[in-house]
């Protein structure tokens, strides 16, 4: 069975930073694209930023130049570095990964448990 676990959100003051960090184990044949996805309350879920198994991300445009995400395939790890943070960015953040599981014919969509991030002003 796979899991994402996530780590590393926190109460932040405007301007400051934070890492996320989520790591997927149990029994991985491979890892498509990994990212990261965030919710406010009374909004729906929408993609942070991704990064394919070759390196190439994808950011939504309120976050480019604040945001890095990077990913390390030996590890099936993913990290979001959010600088510059603003209260906007409040939202419970979840990983997601698309994940080739053994036993498995195809690769299936994975989602961590969630990690809240308040940015206050």
């Known amino acids: 069975h796979v899991q994402l676990v996530e780590s590393g959100g926190g109460l932040v003051q405007a301007g400051g930073s934070l890492r996320l960090t989520c790591v997927a184990s149990?029994?991985?044949?491979?890892?498509?694209?990994m990212g990261w996805y965030r919710q406010a309350p009374g909004a729906q879920r929408g993609l942070v930023a991704d990064?394919?198994?070759?390196?190439?991300?994808n950011y939504r445009d309120s976050v480019k130049g604040r945001f890095t995400i990077s990913r390390d395939n030996a590890k099936n790890t993913v990290s979001l570095q959010m600088n510059n943070l603003k209260t906007e960015d409040t939202a419970v953040y979840y990983c997601?990964?698309?994940?080739?599981?053994?036993?498995?014919?195809?690769?299936?969509?994975?989602w961590g448990q969630g990690t809240q991030v308040t940015v206050s002003s």
């Open positions: 990064v394919t198994s070759g390196g190439i991300t």
């Open positions: 997601n990964a698309e994940i080739w599981e053994y036993g498995m014919g195809y690769a299936r969509d994975q």
């Open positions: 149990g029994r991985i044949v491979s890892i498509n694209t």
